[in-house]
């Protein structure tokens, strides 16, 4: 049933200066929030929002786009939007406004080593690697955690060349990231740095240490550093489970 603009302002919690998407994504969150439509449910069509609400579509996207943010919905192909959440989910969210930052996570998180290893470059590991088969590596297993929550915000491997191992067992109180350790330590320069971006899943090995369940979606970052030789010296491959952790990306020309 269509509801009237002074029906929906009477029940959002919104002030009458708020703008109309504010009004109705305050209610769907509400709704949600009580269990109608409850995890797992599809949320009504864009076109059905439109008539209940008496509102534009681009309002409602608006309204859309805000439960989005918070991790309360999400559109998949073929099924429409639905909801995977019932409250608003803490994530970690990072601000980069420079190629530096991009390479590097900030100060308020930190690295809690799992354990280290020695590996060798199978024909797997040497793509993602980019070495030759049979190169050895020195493998970093760890969790990045903010230090407000106990949650991990992301599981890495990290993996670098032997001669650079020794920067893995420095004390890092402060969680730099280990291109910053090797620089400062070694005075090894990263001239090149290649990130890759896409969404996998978490694997049964990293449900646990993550505390996640196996199968859900998860950002995945690769980062891959060459010194002036145009070598790869080190590699992180990082998952971080889905609205855990955001990339806010914002660059000036000038």
């Not at 919905?73 to 601000?95: D, H, L, M, W």
């Not at 080593?113 to 020195?138: N, Y």
């Not at 032997?162 to 910053?180: I, M, Q």
């Amino acid at each position: 049933m269509r509801e009237s603009r002074s029906a929906v302002r009477g029940r959002s919690s919104a002030s009458g200066r708020d703008a109309r998407y504010v009004e109705i994504e305050t209610i769907l969150r509400g709704e949600i929030n009580a269990g109608t439509p409850p995890v797992g449910a599809r949320l009504p069509t864009e076109h059905e929002l439109c008539a209940r609400f008496d509102a534009s579509r681009f309002t409602v996207r608006q309204a859309l786009a805000g439960l989005r943010a918070e991790g309360l919905i999400e559109a998949r192909a073929g099924v429409g939007t639905i909801v995977v959440a019932s409250r608003k989910r803490p994530a970690f969210v990072q601000q980069l406004k420079s190629i530096e930052e991009l390479l590097q996570y900030p100060s308020e998180t930190y690295r809690r080593p799992i354990r280290i290893d020695q590996v060798t470059a199978s024909p797997e590991l040497a793509m993602l690697l980019k070495c030759k088969v049979g190169q050895s590596w020195v493998r970093l297993k760890a969790l990045r955690l903010t230090r407000a929550s106990q949650a991990p915000i992301a599981y890495f491997d990290i993996y670098v060349r032997p001669e650079h191992a020794r920067v893995l067992e420095l004390p890092n109180p402060e969680g730099t990231p280990v291109v910053r350790q090797i620089e400062e330590a070694l005075g090894v320069r990263a001239a090149h740095a290649q990130i890759e971006i896409f969404v996998g899943h978490i694997t049964s090995e990293l449900a646990d240490p993550l505390v996640a369940r196996e199968g859900d979606p998860a950002l995945v970052i690769i980062r891959r550093y060459r010194g002036q030789d145009g070598a790869v010296f080190l590699v992180t491959y990082s998952v971080h489970p889905e609205n855990r952790f955001t990339l806010n990306i914002e660059f000036e020309r000038r």
